[in-house]
């Protein structure tokens, strides 16, 4: 399909205040050419002034939602008129309630429409739960039919699900794929899809059965896509699958939010455990995730941890399904103090009782830094997160500096810091400082822009 050219954009002022903004980054200047930004005097309105149903704001009263964060501000107005929106926002700001609420706002009543109207696309079997659980939250007061269709979940009772009639689907991409071959999602009647979390679901290879879905879907189908960050596999599905979207620019300056204190330790390898011991002994967390690398790292860290904190989990990719429910559960109903994890858990997840995010191995790369970290601080609340660096670490600190365009503080223990060699703070001050100017409004890395 053709890229439409910049003219077809639309550009639009909403109600509210905000201004239209020319997007700087003038290397995209096909479809997305134009951002819609919160002016920085605007008032965010409240939910009364969106336009939405008396059975909505008593759902949303009764959900204790006072104030739309300002994706939902913006988000909401725009797909009620039945846009194609990009919404940039980082985890945590409310995005599931910003596609959520017009959704069930505009649905036909199951007597009149058996087969999906909506259909919500996410990266992770954990986060399918999650959204499904809010959507049916925000639907308090009308009987709506939401089915999560996520894989490693009994797929027979997802087709009686779909055979008796829903209203919305929430699934991850390949189970929706697998139930659109066994023909037993219906897409005919799809008006709306959601694609959440775009960045991370084209990261980790989904784009196939992405296109193969939306594919099935109507043209005249509405869609929403909503991503942390937009690089350029996002921006080519959205103009490939997009029509004239209008695109939404809700991230922060600072993309690891302002309250969350971020420091760091310098480390040796044979040290890690005995600093991990003292730093939970000193902050005595109300609940932790501590984040390794490897399955097997996060094994032998949990074995090693529960003979103390006997209140501990662990979670990766190779449990069960069921196990690694279970154990998100048992960290929502705060039996659980500590959760050894991979980045399984990194993207996503909602609990927003974590006050503790320690990165006991170095994150992979930047983005993953980024949504460990933003595991806390969810919807403003303070939280607070460790990184260890051990010797030969210290690029990637820095390239994490570089890429939130703030230092974070070093930290030490007494009897714990690696020989002078290793010490890294000198060069990362150095570096973030003369980095900081060229960072971009779209948080694109720096050393790719050099290249
Ligand atoms: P995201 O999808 O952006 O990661 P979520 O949609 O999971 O974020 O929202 C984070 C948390 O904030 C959830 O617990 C959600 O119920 C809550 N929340 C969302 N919108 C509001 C609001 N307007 N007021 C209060 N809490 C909200």
């Not at 009620?80 to 409310?94: N, W």
């Not at 500096?401 to 150095?430: C, M, S, T, W, Y």
Request: charged share 30%; with cysteine; aromatic share 4%.
């Amino acid at each position: 399909m053709p890229i439409p050219p910049a003219k077809h954009c639309r550009i639009r002022k909403n109600s509210y205040n905000s201004r239209v903004v020319q997007n700087e980054d003038t290397r995209y200047t096909h479809a997305m050419n134009y951002v819609v930004q919160k002016s920085e005097t605007a008032e965010i309105p409240g939910f009364d002034d969106l336009d939405l149903s008396p059975v909505m704001r008593r759902a949303l009263k009764h959900a204790g939602f006072e104030k739309p964060s300002p994706i939902q501000a913006q988000l909401i107005p725009l797909a009620l008129e039945g846009e194609d929106v990009i919404g940039q926002a980082r985890t945590g700001t409310g995005k599931t309630a910003a596609f959520a609420i017009p959704i069930l706002e505009q649905l036909d009543p199951l007597e009149e429409c058996r087969d999906p109207q909506a259909i919500i696309i996410v990266p992770t079997r954990e986060l399918a739960d999650q959204v499904g659980r809010e959507t049916q939250m925000l639907a308090r007061g009308v009987p709506t039919e939401v089915a999560v269709l996520a894989g490693g979940k009994d797929i027979k009772r997802q087709l009686r699900q779909l055979e008796n009639g829903v209203q919305i689907v929430v699934g991850t991409p390949g189970r929706l794929h697998d139930h659109l071959q066994r023909r037993s999602l219906r897409t005919d009647k799809v008006w709306c899809v959601v694609l959440d979390e775009a960045d991370r679901m084209l990261d980790i290879g989904f784009r196939p059965q992405i296109e193969r879905i939306l594919r099935k879907c109507s043209k005249d189908r509405q869609t929403l896509l909503l991503s942390a960050t937009l690089p350029p596999t996002v921006r080519r599905l959205a103009e490939t699958y997009m029509q004239e979207p209008v695109v939404i620019d809700c991230c922060d300056k600072d993309i690891a939010v302002d309250t969350i204190e971020q420091r760091y330790f310098t480390v040796s390898h044979d040290k890690k455990l005995e600093l991990l011991e003292r730093l939970l002994e000193r902050e005595n967390p109300k609940q932790a995730i501590i984040f390794c690398r490897t399955k097997r790292g996060t094994d032998r860290l949990y074995r090693q941890l529960s003979r103390t904190y006997p209140a501990c989990g662990s979670m990766h990719g190779d449990l069960a399904q069921r196990e690694r429910d279970r154990v998100l559960q048992q960290l929502r109903d705060d039996k659980l103090q500590i959760l050894v994890a991979t980045d399984v858990v990194g993207r996503g997840i909602d609990i927003s009782t974590i006050s503790h995010i320690i990165n006991y191995d170095m994150p992979q790369d930047c983005d993953d830094y980024v949504h460990r970290v933003g595991r806390t601080g969810r919807m403003g609340r303070d939280g607070i997160a460790f990184t260890f660096v051990v010797p030969g670490e210290g690029d990637s600190l820095t390239s994490i500096e570089q890429r939130i365009n703030k230092q974070l503080k070093r930290d030490h223990f007494e009897g714990l810091d690696p020989p002078a060699a290793v010490q890294l703070a000198p060069k990362a001050e150095e570096t973030v400082k003369k980095a900081a100017p060229k960072l971009n409004p779209m948080h694109r890395k720096v050393t790719r822009r050099r290249r």
